[in-house]
């Protein structure tokens, strides 16, 4: 079994920046992909960037250029540095992971693993 907490959201001024946290327990080296999603009410859950334990990355385009995905293996923690916030990027983002090496890389529905979610606010 794999727990993924997040921590890291908060409200901030359009242009600003957050570091997102998500400490991983259980099971770790049995993930392959690990990624960041975000929702808004009534609409469905979007990836925003994913990293394989390879270390391979890949980002939504609307995120490409001013959020990074990284990983602590040693402190077994994923974190997503976001900069240039803008109104656009408020919502829960939360924190998932899977076994499965197959398939797409921001199909939400393959990630067995999620955090409880933290909100990210951006005012304009």
């Known amino acids: 079994q794999v727990r993924l907490v997040e921590s890291g959201g908060d409200s901030v001024q359009s242009g600003g920046s957050l570091r997102l946290s998500c400490v991983v327990s259980?099971?770790?080296?049995?993930?392959?992909?690990m990624g960041w999603f975000r929702q808004v009410p009534r609409k469905l859950r979007e990836v925003v960037a994913t990293?394989?334990?390879?270390?391979?990355?890949n980002y939504a385009g609307s995120v490409k250029g001013r959020f990074t995905i990284s990983q602590d293996n040693a402190k077994n923690t994923l974190y997503l540095q976001m900069y240039s916030l803008t109104p656009e990027d408020t919502a829960m983002y939360y924190c998932?992971?899977?076994?499965?090496?197959?398939?797409?890389?921001?199909?939400?529905?393959?990630?067995?693993?999620w955090g409880q979610g933290t909100q990210v606010t951006v005012s304009s």
């Open positions: 998932a992971a899977r076994k499965l090496r197959a398939g797409s890389w921001s199909d939400y529905g393959l990630y067995n693993y």
């Open positions: 259980g099971d770790p080296k049995s993930i392959y992909y």
């Open positions: 990293i394989t334990s390879d270390g391979y990355t």
